[in-house]
């Protein structure tokens, strides 16, 4: 099945700094791929859908200034976390597929973010 | 996309069949049925999908009831390892772009036990 790499798998950083996550996918090429987030015994939410070549897609409530996602070939989405605060400590995870029509999704092993 | 409902938690005997039930009634002709799961601290992993016939691949196997308002997967010989949160989701056939996300509920938490 597709592989989709994402790194780190951690990382902790101090309030004010930024942290960039790197998606990759290895074995397909990914128009679109997708960032969840998910806080401890929830479920993932959906922050943004990523486009290659063109802007991301956030969903309602999640800042686009804040969460900066690249998308600028079509193995690599990176999404960068400005000016981290302890509210964003959080489990991020991508997600991408090779696009037809029925083909399931496949997701990175996720990274955990932790803001000091 | 339709929205699906399971139980919040199931326990399975180690060695036994997992059957975990999805009910997703407002399904639409074009909208595929899809399991993941997710272990503990991992990224969630694909275990199967199917339309309206029922799947079976090397991980499990997939039962969609006739009028496909419901379905089950099957994990034949569970073993510890496949203590995770099992979630379905029902997501449209399209060829990309923002259709192609999943929108994942609460999900089973599976507890095989010894």
């Known amino acids: 099945g597709a592989v989709v790499s994402q790194h780190p798998s951690w990382v902790i950083c101090k309030s004010g700094t930024s942290v960039k996550i790197e998606c990759r996918s290895l074995d397909f090429q990914a128009t679109t791929m997708f960032w969840y987030r998910q806080f401890p015994k929830q479920s993932l939410m959906l922050m943004a859908t990523s486009n290659e070549g063109s802007k991301a897609t956030y969903e309602q409530g999640v800042e686009k200034d804040k969460f900066l996602i690249n998308h600028a070939s079509l193995t690599l989405s990176t999404l960068t976390v400005t000016s981290a605060h302890p509210e964003d400590s959080s489990f991020y995870i991508c997600s991408g597929g090779p696009s037809s029509y029925n083909s399931p999704l496949h997701f990175g092993n996720g990274t955990r973010l932790t803001v000091t | 996309d339709a929205k699906t409902t399971q139980p919040p938690s199931m326990d399975c005997a180690e060695g036994r069949a997992a059957n975990l039930p999805c009910n997703h009634s407002?399904?639409?002709?074009?909208?595929?049925v899809y399991w993941y799961r997710q272990i503990h601290s991992q990224g969630p992993q694909y275990i199967i999908h199917?339309?309206?016939n029922n799947e079976t691949n090397e991980m499990a196997s997939l039962i969609i009831t006739e009028d496909r308002k419901s379905s089950t997967l099957i994990l034949p010989h569970a073993t510890l390892r496949d203590t995770a949160v099992y979630y379905c989701?029902?997501?449209?056939?399209?060829?990309?772009?923002?259709?192609?996300?999943?929108?994942f509920g609460k999900g089973t938490l599976l507890t095989v036990n010894p």
């Open positions: 199917g339309l309206k």
């Open positions: 989701i029902v997501r449209a056939a399209g060829s990309g772009g923002s259709n192609y996300k999943l929108t």
């Open positions: 407002t399904i639409s002709g074009n909208e595929y």
